[in-house]
């Protein structure tokens, strides 16, 4: 099975050939200000120009009015919108038709309950995150270094196809694989020596991981 690996927060050259030279699939733009990951248009399309072709590009906004979204797909375009705010099912349908691209619905999870919110989202978002509930003093949704019980994910149908992300490194990213079913990982804070400072050798880390586990496996 291919597995999805996704960079997210990435904000400078460096960084990026880094994860692609490491295999990334995906890598994330965050425009979001008050993430410290956040980055801005004409930094983004410096990046994207760099790139494009290459891997697929994920722009993820938390509940982004239609002027900043239009703006982004205009400037970025991007292969998948990201959804990491409270969007409604209502709004997901209207920015996948508006913007005729897939996108990819976030979901926090603390507690088994909260897997019972992607209901309604089951064939109008492309693809599902999952990332940990946010602590109380978090200021973003996202990127918080936190992560939830993956046990919890044997709950899900089995066709319903995920990607994980809240807390993974390259310590446990290994368990991470063993005990889900997802066909694709999200990582940001734990490539990072510092929040928003990605780190050349925790992202060759991080690969590293996943490499050995997947041969283990005989999934190479």
């Not at 900043?68 to 205009?74: A, C, F, G, K, P």
């Not at 099912?89 to 909260?114: C, G, Q």
Request: include cysteine; charged fraction near 25%; glycine fraction near 8%.
């Amino acid at each position: 099975m291919t597995l999805d690996i996704k960079i997210c927060g990435l904000k400078t050259r460096e960084m990026l050939d880094v994860a692609l030279s490491n295999g990334a699939s995906h890598i994330g733009f965050i425009f979001f200000e008050k993430s410290p990951r956040n980055i801005s248009l004409p930094q983004a399309v410096s990046l994207r120009d760099c790139v494009h072709g290459q891997v697929q590009i994920v722009t993820v906004t938390v509940d982004a009015d239609n002027m900043l979204l239009d703006e982004i797909v205009h400037q970025i375009k991007p292969d998948l919108l990201q959804l990491h705010g409270v969007e409604t099912p209502r709004r997901v349908a209207e920015i996948r038709n508006r913007y005729k691209l897939p996108v990819m619905k976030a979901f926090a999870i603390h507690n088994k309950s909260d897997l019972q919110n992607i209901v309604p989202y089951l064939g109008i978002t492309d693809r599902i995150l999952f990332d940990a509930k946010a602590p109380k003093e978090a200021l973003q949704p996202g990127g918080n270094g936190v992560s939830f019980d993956w046990q919890m994910l044997d709950m899900l149908d089995k066709g319903i196809d995920y990607v994980l992300s809240g807390g993974l490194n390259a310590d446990n990213i290994a368990e991470a694989l063993a005990m889900t079913r997802a066909r694709g990982v999200d990582v940001s804070s734990g490539v990072e020596k510092e929040p928003g400072v990605k780190d050349v050798d925790l992202i060759k880390a991080f690969f590293a991981a996943i490499r050995k586990f997947r041969t283990g496996a005989n999934e190479i």
